[in-house]
């Protein structure tokens, strides 16, 4: 049976964006059929099967438009399976040790009995938007800590849940 997957992502400067496209790559590698979109641009998941929404990290909360859609589509994704990550760290303790989901992401989660979470490093580079991140980089704290064999391991993980629903 094929399953339909929907990969949302809420990000600023593209690296939840990233995390999620490498998500969307191994589940259509393991037989899944696979969308990906800006969490503010999904109007419906009732044609998915199973869902994965990414947030970037931004002063300890969720990226508003990943807070949003699942605020917004909490009913239907309360009816179908649903994996959570975060994106953010800019040191790779992400890569080190697992990083328990910020306060409102545990609330999501209880909320939509999601399946699990993740916490992945982040990356902010030159021409980041935004005076904090602009400040970040400026100051030699940024960089890409995104972590993508960990990223693609999660993922495959979830295929298998996946295929096993």
Same mark, same amino acid.
């Given at each position: ?32 059929t ?5 969490a ?12 994965? /929404? ?5 002063a300890?909360?969720?990226?508003? !438009?990943? =807070?949003r @859609?699942? %605020?917004?589509?909490?009913? +239907? ?27 409102g ?14 916490t992945?490093?982040g990356?902010?580079?030159e021409?980041?938007?935004?005076? /904090? ?10 960089? !890409?800590? =995104?972590? @993508?064999? %960990?990223?693609?391991?999660? +993922? ?10």
């Amino acid at each position: 049976m094929t399953r339909n997957v929907l990969v949302a992502y809420g990000t600023t400067n593209g690296s939840t964006e990233g995390i999620a496209e490498a998500v969307a790559q191994v589940l259509r590698k393991e037989g899944l059929t696979v969308g990906t979109a800006p969490a503010g641009t999904v109007s419906d998941v009732t044609p998915y099967d199973a869902v994965v /929404v990414g947030g970037g990290l931004y002063a300890g909360r969720w990226h508003k !438009d990943a =807070r949003r @859609f699942v %605020r917004r589509n909490a009913r +239907a994704l309360a009816e179908r399976p649903v994996w959570l990550f975060s994106s953010g760290p800019l040191d790779p303790s992400a890569s080190e040790r697992d990083i328990p989901p910020v306060p409102g992401v545990q609330r999501l989660m209880k909320r939509l009995d999601a399946r699990g979470h993740v916490t992945f490093g982040g990356c902010l580079r030159e021409g980041a938007k935004g005076f /904090v991140a602009r400040m970040i980089v400026r100051n030699g704290k940024g960089g !890409d800590f =995104r972590d @993508f064999p %960990r990223i693609e391991q999660w +993922a495959a993980r979830v295929a298998g849940e996946i295929t096993r629903v």
